[in-house]
């Protein structure tokens, strides 16, 4: 049953990365609807600063919007999305270490 169900989602999701391809701005939101849930989850294992992750998980959906083109490369979009969510937050820590590091 588990697989039948993963199976449609998949199904679904390449549906509305299809649509969204295509222009359908309304894809876009159900696929945000979909998954937001899914990377704050995810993002709250990587940090706690809720902030940072809201922030992060913002700019994957906005890369997301305007690299649109590029999603047909994409075989599996939850984990496209999980993977940026990670790079991205990493990317951040990094930046903030970075930047205090210098400040001293």
């Not at 970075?98 to 001293?104: F, G, I, P």
Request: one cysteine or more.
């Amino acid at each position: 049953m588990y697989t039948m169900m993963n199976q449609n989602l998949k199904e679904t999701t390449s549906s509305l990365v299809a649509d969204f391809q295509s222009g359908d701005t309304n894809a876009f939101s159900k696929l945000y609807d979909m998954y937001i849930n899914v990377l704050l989850s995810y993002g709250s294992r990587l940090t706690t600063d809720k902030e940072l992750l809201k922030d992060c998980i913002h700019d994957v959906f906005v890369k997301l919007y305007t690299r649109q083109i590029d999603l047909g490369a994409v075989e599996n979009f939850k984990s496209y999305l999980l993977i940026s969510l990670k790079n991205k937050i990493y990317d951040e820590l990094r930046r903030q270490v970075y930047v205090s590091e210098t400040a001293v």
